[in-house]
């Protein structure tokens, strides 16, 4: 079965000449086979007339969207080394001001990754709830908003001052714990091609953001002071704050709440964005393509056996011809189970423990 054409192939394994073999079989005839086909023909349509997200990010191909989202994602990589860079400026100059001891010094630092590792518990749900970009978008308002009540005036003694900075670098270390969620929404846009080279080169931002950081130090902490240096490293969350509006949010996460009308205006205005046409059809997910693709499957096998059954030919073989591929039916069915062969088990097994 064909499921471009929609036609259903017979082979004969005998040496019959081909002008001696049945033309139509039993009583049914060419009638039974037109209502077969047709049949087969409207579940070819089905599986012809929609694609999934990743089809779709494929034949977007890498454009001015992907160059968007890699600035958006890397200044929040960006934003993120610098408020880690702020851990070895900070902690000697506040050490010097309140006379703190080496213990208090080193809570600063605490403080911040003890936040990362409880914020990294929860970061992934809120974003499987509420998608990628509200997630994204959260993370740089909290983290703005505790970096500029870091800086704040407060009276400037070890009693008061040092709990405030506690607290405040506790906070930016939760909302930073999700910063890493750019990592998921920046390949769900990615073509395979273009996937792994760009997630690596992400890091660029990171030591762009560690430069950036000790540079400024240099500039502003001798003349200002540390507070307008805290206030000054929230610059880069303000850009994100600002290119977020022009971002949409994951199409993937679409999909997965049911919602395919949003996914489908999301890759329309990739689309637009990289000058591509809209894709026509349907979006689905790959479960419900695969379920199509069975049904298609399924529907040639039964006509085929239909075929063979009124014929009297008795040496035949039903061969099934799905995405172009000439595979026997029988071959492809641990695809269409989703099975997977013992290579990729044990390829997944290393990468894991890799």
């Not at 049949?39 to 034949?59: G, L, Q, S, Y």
């Not at 994602?73 to 006379?99: F, R, T």
């Not at 974003?127 to 970009?133: A, H, L, P």
């Not at 379920?291 to 040496?315: D, F």
Request: hydrophobic letters at 45%.
């Amino acid at each position: 079965f064909n499921y471009l054409s929609g036609t259903v192939h017979i082979h004969y394994m005998d040496d019959k000449p081909a002008k001696d073999r049945p033309t139509t079989y039993g009583s049914a005839g060419v009638e039974e086979e037109e209502v077969a086909a047709a049949k087969d023909a409207d579940a070819v349509k089905d599986v012809r007339d929609v694609f999934t997200i990743d089809e779709a990010v494929e034949k977007l191909g890498f454009g001015f969207f992907q160059i968007l989202i890699t600035i958006f994602c890397g200044l929040v990589w960006l934003a993120d080394a610098m408020e880690l860079m702020i851990l070895s400026v900070l902690s000697p100059l506040v050490k010097c001001d309140w006379n703190l001891s080496a213990s208090d010094e080193a809570n600063i630092t605490t403080v911040v990754f003890l936040g990362f590792l409880i914020g990294a518990l929860f970061w992934g749900t809120i974003s499987d709830m509420f998608g990628r970009r509200t997630s994204l978008g959260l993370c740089a308002v909290l983290i703005l908003v505790f970096g500029l009540l870091s800086a704040a005036p407060v009276p400037n003694t070890k009693q008061f001052g040092y709990p405030w900075l506690l607290v405040c670098r506790f906070g930016v270390g939760i909302a930073a714990g999700g910063s890493t969620q750019s990592v998921t929404y920046y390949s769900e846009f990615l073509p395979k091609k273009a996937r792994g080279l760009c997630i690596v080169l992400l890091d660029l931002y990171w030591g762009l953001g560690s430069v950036f950081g000790s540079l400024l130090a240099l500039a502003v902490v001798e003349r200002l002071g540390w507070r307008w240096y805290l206030a000054m490293t929230t610059i880069p969350l303000a850009l994100v704050l600002f290119f977020l509006p022009f971002v949409p949010e994951s199409a993937r996460f679409y999909m997965i709440q049911g919602k395919g009308a949003q996914a489908k205006k999301v890759m329309d205005k990739v689309a637009w964005f990289n000058r591509k046409k809209p894709l026509e059809g349907k979006l689905v997910t790959q479960e419900e393509k695969e379920q199509m693709i069975k049904n298609a499957a399924t529907a040639a096998g039964s006509t085929a056996v239909a075929s063979q059954s009124n014929s009297p030919m008795l040496h035949t073989r039903n061969e099934v011809h799905l995405n172009g591929s000439h595979e026997d039916s029988m071959d492809k069915e641990p695809l269409l189970r989703g099975g997977v062969d013992g290579g990729d088990k044990v390829r997944s097994a290393l990468i894991w423990a890799l």
